[in-house]
């Protein structure tokens, strides 16, 4: 059976589970048509730390990363690839099998970059449709774009998505990406049939983008809120509690 949960697609065989995630980038690097100029690198390390953030919030350990091109191989496309496993390496993401494609065939002006990762969890461990009435939700980081994901210290690492596919009492998480806080948590009383009794104001912007998932929500019981707001270094807000 193939599902498609929030932007993941997940394929159940028997106990074991394989999940599907992508993200993409576009106008972003060294080339001459770019709007936001950054080295390579990065552009491999963001995309790459995207799509595994996907996975690893609904618990599913990644196994696989395709990385689809839009530019040649040398320099642009080795930069980036550099990128994708530097990301994986530092945080201790090991023996992820890489494939990919470029583009030979005519130059590029700008960067356009798409990945894909696949993951693989047992059926039992997966974070999907834990969330129960009377859990709290909070927010980990703020939502950043652009530059201010270049120059901002709270924003979410790959390191700290891994902290939260290991922490049991986190029993829900989402990424916040383009859409912004508010969407997510539109999505998040669809899947749990749940509504949310807001407690946060005006100290966030919850229709702003979170860009390349610069921060992430998370759904625990009340008796694990201070494990959770502890759990990283990073801002945590309160927002609310489902009902």
């Known amino acids: 059976m193939v599902e498609r949960y929030r932007d993941v697609l997940i394929i159940y065989e028997s106990d074991t589970v394989y999940a599907i995630a992508c993200d993409s980038i576009g106008a972003i690097g060294n080339k001459e048509g770019d709007i936001l100029k950054v080295d390579e690198e990065i552009v491999g390390r963001t995309v790459t730390k995207v799509a595994v953030s996907e996975l690893l919030c609904i618990g599913a350990w990644p196994i696989i990363i395709s990385d689809t091109l839009s530019n040649e191989m040398d320099p642009t496309g080795i930069k980036i690839i550099d990128g994708i496993k530097k990301e994986l390496n530092d945080n201790?993401?090991?023996?992820?099998?890489l494939t990919g494609s470029t583009e030979e065939n005519f130059a590029s002006i700008m960067t356009g970059v798409g990945v894909t990762a696949i993951g693989k969890a047992e059926k039992e461990a997966l974070k999907v449709r834990k969330a129960m009435a009377g859990m709290e939700v909070g927010l980990f980081g703020y939502p950043r774009v652009g530059q201010e994901v270049l120059c901002c210290h709270d924003i979410l690492s790959l390191k700290d998505y891994v902290k939260i596919f290991r922490c049991g009492e986190i029993v829900e998480a989402i990424p916040v990406g383009s859409k912004g806080i508010k969407h997510e948590l539109d999505v998040l009383k669809f899947t749990s049939g749940l509504d949310l009794?807001?407690?946060?104001?005006?100290?966030?912007?919850?229709?702003?983008?979170?860009?390349p998932s610069t921060c992430?929500?998370?759904v625990?019981?009340?008796?694990?809120r201070q494990i959770v707001k502890n759990l990283l270094d990073k801002p945590f807000i309160q927002l609310g509690r489902l009902f």
């Open 220 to 224: 625990y019981k009340e008796d694990d």
């Open 197 to 211: 009794l807001r407690k946060y104001d005006d100290e966030i912007d919850d229709e702003k983008s979170g860009g």
């Open 216 to 218: 992430c929500i998370v």
């Open 92 to 97: 201790e993401i090991y023996d992820v099998a």
